[in-house]
């Protein structure tokens, strides 16, 4: 299948997702109608709901989805590592870090959007922190090891403030927010958070050629004129912004990053640059799906978007890993 038909066929994949998840529920309506709520105004709730609840949480999941499934493409092609996931910078477990400590102070009590704005100030650390923990080195190894330790840190500090926790409630709320969810989301998360998402993905979508060079190697990009300092640069940035903005709302959606590029990654040929926005469409319809499921499974129960996230992505990793064993 060429490019263009991979791209449309997963460009119609999200819009039918996105329009399932605006019509899946547990109000007892028909699509056509929860679909005319959008539009018409009938004095009844459905509009309320259709327009500040259902419509607020599809735009998330394609804005989370997406980022997370375009950064996961731009790491494995800048560390030439099928391995690597947006998480490997620290961004993300800065973020948790930062919306765990809202929660744990009580900020959360002060303003609305207290724990996404923490969240997504703890992100905005710990970029500053890779790249001043990295330093101007030429290689990718500092940005690794950097984004280890910070990973490291946030994660001892994180389990710290759960441990000493005075308040069983604020540990409870700690820990569902860990496990990830689009529910009970507003425009004003929307709002908060979407402009760092796109701008992020915008600025990975530009790195598609210098990546596709790099699979060649540091000296012959280089030689074909890429500036790897600025590359690592755009890239970091690009990945801080969009899972730093992504984490801020969703809390933890792990596998996406990582699972995404890998499925898509043959009918691609491989090609970053045609990766990219195939992973972003790929991740925006993968969670989708996975957050109309969470509302089929256990309706009741408020099953968490994270935690199914890691019941599929795993095992589904651990299958790409089967059989790729025998590949040289």
């Given amino acids: 299948m060429s490019h263009g038909r991979i791209m449309l ?13 605006l019509v899946t529920g547990v109000a007892d309506v028909s699509p056509w109608e929860s679909l005319r709520a959008l539009v018409i105004d009938d004095g ?5 709901v259709m327009r500040e609840i259902r419509l607020p949480r599809a735009i998330l999941g394609v804005l989370v989805g997406a980022s997370l499934g375009l950064s996961g493409a731009a790491m494995q092609g800048l560390l030439r590592n099928p391995l690597a996931e947006p998480g490997l910078i620290g961004v993300s477990g800065m973020g948790a870090l930062g919306a765990v400590l809202s929660i744990q ?33 030429s290689g990718t190894l500092p940005l690794i090891l950097a984004g280890v330790a910070l990973s490291s840190l946030a994660g001892a500090l ?56 790099l699979t060649l190697g540091e000296d ?13 640069l755009v ?25 995404v590029p890998h499925l898509l990654r043959g009918a691609v040929g491989g090609r970053p640059a045609r990766l990219l926005p195939a992973s972003a469409l790929g991740g925006a319809a993968l969670v ?18 994270g935690v199914l996230m890691a019941l599929i992505g795993a095992p589904v990793f651990l299958h790409l890993i089967w059989r790729m064993r025998g590949e040289p």
């Fill in 288 to 305: 989708l799906a996975a957050d109309i499921a969470v509302r089929l499974i256990l309706p009741g129960r408020d099953l968490k978007l």
């Fill in 44 to 48: 009844t709730p459905l509009p309320l």
């Fill in 105 to 137: 102070t009580g900020l959360v009590g002060a303003f609305a959007l207290a724990l996404p704005t923490a969240a997504l100030a703890g992100a905005c650390l710990g970029a500053v922190l890779v790249f001043f923990l990295a330093g101007r080195g």
């Fill in 235 to 259: 890239l970091v940035g690009g990945v801080a912004a969009a899972v730093g903005a992504a984490t801020a709302v969703a809390g933890a959606v792990g596998f996406v990053g990582l699972v």
């Fill in 158 to 213: 994180t389990s710290l403030a759960l441990n000493l926790s005075p308040n069983p409630f604020a540990a409870s709320e700690i820990v569902f927010w860990m496990m990830g969810s689009l529910a009970d989301r507003s425009f004003e998360h929307v709002a908060m958070a979407a402009p760092l998402m796109l701008l992020g993905c915008a600025a990975l979508l530009t790195t598609g050629r210098s990546l596709e060079a």
């Fill in 9 to 21: 066929a997963l460009s119609a994949v999200v819009a039918l997702l996105f329009a399932g998840s």
């Fill in 220 to 232: 012959a990009a280089a030689s074909m004129g890429v500036d790897l300092r600025r590359l690592r």
